[in-house]
Structures are given as C-alpha cells and as structure tokens.
C-alpha cells in the first residue's frame, strides 16, 4: 500500500513563496514518478511538475521558472518549492505517484494554497 500526505499550503500574498512537501509510505518510491497537480476553483485537475526517478523533472508552462519539484529518496519525500506566485495558483495542490506500470494510482489529500492579489 502507497500512502500519501501533504503538507505546506497556507495563504500567501502575491510575489511570495511556499514549499510543498509530500511524505510517502509504501514500496517503490526511489523508482517510479512522482508528480504534483493542482485543481483551482472550477477547473479540472491539471499536471503542474513530474520528477522522474533519475531526478529529470517536466513543468506545466504556467509555472516553468517559477516552480522547482524535488525529491529525497532517503526520506521518501517529494517538494514542490513555488516562488513568485501569482493569484492564479490558486488552487488545492495534489500529490500523485502510480505503480504496476500505470496500474495503480495513488493521490494525497491535496493541500490548499491560495494566493492573494
């Protein structure tokens, strides 16, 4: 069993910064994805980053050069560090792996961050 738990989200004003964490359980975390997204109010849930087990990282393009994911195999944790944030991060942010090549998915219970303008 994977489980999930974010942490870090709060309200920020504009131009500011958070850093998202994500503590895993389970097997298979230094080998497989690990992925933040997030779901603003009346949107769909989107990808924001994706961190692979070699440590090469994809970004959304709303947030490529302000958002940097990482992870720490040891402490089986993912972050997301978001700097100059804007109102339209907005949004309950969401940490995601999958496991059995896609079979499985698992999901965090997302964390609020909202952004003030």
């Known amino acids: 069993q994977v489980q999930l738990v974010e942490s870090g989200g709060g309200l920020v004003q504009a131009g500011g910064s958070l850093r998202l964490s994500c503590a895993a359980s389970g097997s298979g975390f230094s080998i497989n994805a690990m992925d933040w997204y997030r779901q603003g109010p009346g949107k769909q849930r989107d990808l924001v980053a994706t961190?692979?087990?070699?440590?090469?990282?994809i970004y959304a393009d709303s947030v490529t050069g302000r958002f940097t994911i990482s992870r720490d195999d040891a402490k089986k944790t993912v972050y997301l560090q978001m700097n100059s944030l804007k109102p339209e991060d907005t949004a309950v942010y969401y940490c995601h792996t999958k496991r059995n090549g896609g079979v499985r998915h698992y999901w965090g219970q997302g964390t609020q961050v909202t952004v003030s303008s």
């Open positions: 961190i692979g087990s070699s440590g090469t990282s």
